[in-house]
């Protein structure tokens, strides 16, 4: 191998000798030192995401691949919402197109993750790359990791509500009262999405982060008129509106 078709050397009378990288040999010099070159690896992310694009029917998922595809053809330059690293690169389509597959369902983070990508560890180093596509596509938005991972029904935990007072809603065409629960009931965030409320009869409605308080609260709700919630856990919009 003839090292200077890799390199030049220009002496500086001041500085004395510069060594210079041939850019009219780069494939050589990708090949002295054991690396892929760049376009070789940009070529190969192109096909994947032409794949990936042939594969899916979601317009905010077709958008973003054009995006990607006409950055790396026409700029020459690495996916923005991608990481560089294959493996990973590989991963973060995997969980795009699970979103995908998985439709309305939610579900949670670790059934998702067990049912298409089979690695919690790898994900955490791929999910705010999923969640930036995600922001930036779908919902074209200012939002929270959290809460868009919950808006497309990939939840970390499922929540529970507990509340107190003259509840009336609907659930799958029956009717529930749960003012017959003087000492109040706790449903879980999906079960409170099902609801449709027909009527909250109350004179006031009374937030509660300390259970201990809730309890202590819920004794006389009744007879005072109340409708208690227990926050405790912070609960998000959609786990509070039915």
């Known amino acids: 191998m003839e090292m200077s ?4 050397l220009y002496c500086n009378p001041n500085y004395g000798f510069s060594v210079f990288l041939n850019l009219e040999n780069l494939e050589k010099a990708y090949c002295a030192a054991k690396r892929e070159p760049k376009n070789a690896i940009l070529n190969r992310m192109a096909e994947k995401l032409s794949r990936f694009k042939k594969e899916t029917k979601s317009e905010w998922l077709l958008g973003f691949a054009d995006f990607e595809i006409e950055r790396i053809r ?9 990481p560089k690293k294959e493996e990973l690169f590989n991963l973060t389509l995997k969980a795009l197109k699970g979103i995908e597959q998985k439709g309305d369902e939610e579900v949670l983070e670790r059934v998702f993750i067990k049912r298409y990508l089979k690695d919690s560890k790898k994900f955490e180093r791929v999910k705010s790359k999923v969640f930036g596509v995600i922001k930036d596509f779908l919902f074209k938005e200012d939002i929270e990791e959290d809460e868009a991972f919950e808006r497309i029904g990939i939840l970390k935990t499922i929540e529970e509500i507990l509340f107190c007072g003259a509840l009336k809603v609907t659930v799958a065409g029956s009717i529930l009262d749960f003012s017959a629960f003087a000492y109040g009931i706790s449903l879980n965030s999906l079960s409170v999405r099902e609801m449709e409320i027909l009527d909250i009869s109350c004179s006031r409605i009374i937030t509660v982060e300390n259970k201990a308080n809730y309890y202590e609260l819920i004794k006389d709700a009744n ?20």
């Open 5 to 8: 078709r890799i390199y030049g």
């Open 74 to 82: 026409e700029k020459k330059i690495y996916p923005a919402y991608l």
């Open 223 to 242: 007879s005072k008129g109340d409708f208690i919630v227990y926050l405790g856990g912070f609960y998000s919009p959609s786990g509070l509106t039915p």
